[in-house]
């Protein structure tokens, strides 16, 4: 199963797809609206995607491998500090969520509707962001920067990151930088 194509068209058609996912959810998403959406008939749209499953998937996939990309974009330009590494993944992050924050919000909110191949094709690339996240977590741990749980600390910073979707404005007075900034002062335990 490769969802992911180089066709120009077809990654218009995903994208386009992604806002609509984002409005409506996966489930209320028909494929007449998808076709709507996309300025083509219903029919025209088996052309490009086998079902509305594959065109799900084709999402994710593409969200996904942004966010790996520009992950591990962020820490190859980052000091080798655990600190460093810390903020430089807190503003990839955010900045995965907010370049293309469709496709991203469907991978966080849709996932659980991927069937079980396409989920078997996916969680590679799921579990390799997931994996420079506890690098870097663990990283902070054995430095002392964080204290905790393993597992804790991994949730509530994927949790307190992924929540932005929801209250972020991007207008407003703090970057999506500054954000990830303060996420990391927040979680960082400074020695007395």
């Not at 995903?14 to 007449?32: C, H, I, M, P």
């Not at 080798?80 to 924050?101: G, I, K, N, V």
Request: with cysteine; net charge negative; aromatic share 8%.
């Amino acid at each position: 199963m490769n969802v992911v194509n180089d066709s120009p068209r077809r990654k218009e058609l995903t994208r386009q797809a992604a806002q609509l996912f984002v409005q409506e959810g996966y489930d209320r998403t028909t494929v007449r609206m998808l076709a709507k959406e996309m300025g083509i008939k219903s029919g025209s749209l088996f052309h490009h995607f086998s079902d509305k499953q594959e065109i799900l998937a084709a999402v994710i996939e593409e969200g996904t491998k942004s966010a790996l990309t520009i992950a591990h974009r962020a820490l190859e330009l980052s000091d080798s500090s655990p600190e460093a590494r810390l903020h430089a993944m807190a503003r990839a992050h955010l900045e995965t969520l907010f370049t293309d924050r469709n496709a991203h919000v469907v991978a966080l909110y849709e996932w659980r509707r991927l069937d079980q191949p396409a989920k078997e094709y996916l969680v590679h690339l799921r579990d390799a962001y997931e994996a420079l996240w506890q690098g870097v977590i663990d990283d902070a741990l054995s430095a002392g920067l964080i204290k905790g749980d393993r597992f804790l600390v991994s949730c509530f910073v994927m949790g307190a990151l992924n929540w932005t979707v929801r209250w972020y404005n991007p207008a407003g007075e703090r970057t999506p930088e500054e954000l990830a900034d303060e996420l990391v002062i927040l979680i960082i335990q400074r020695g007395g």
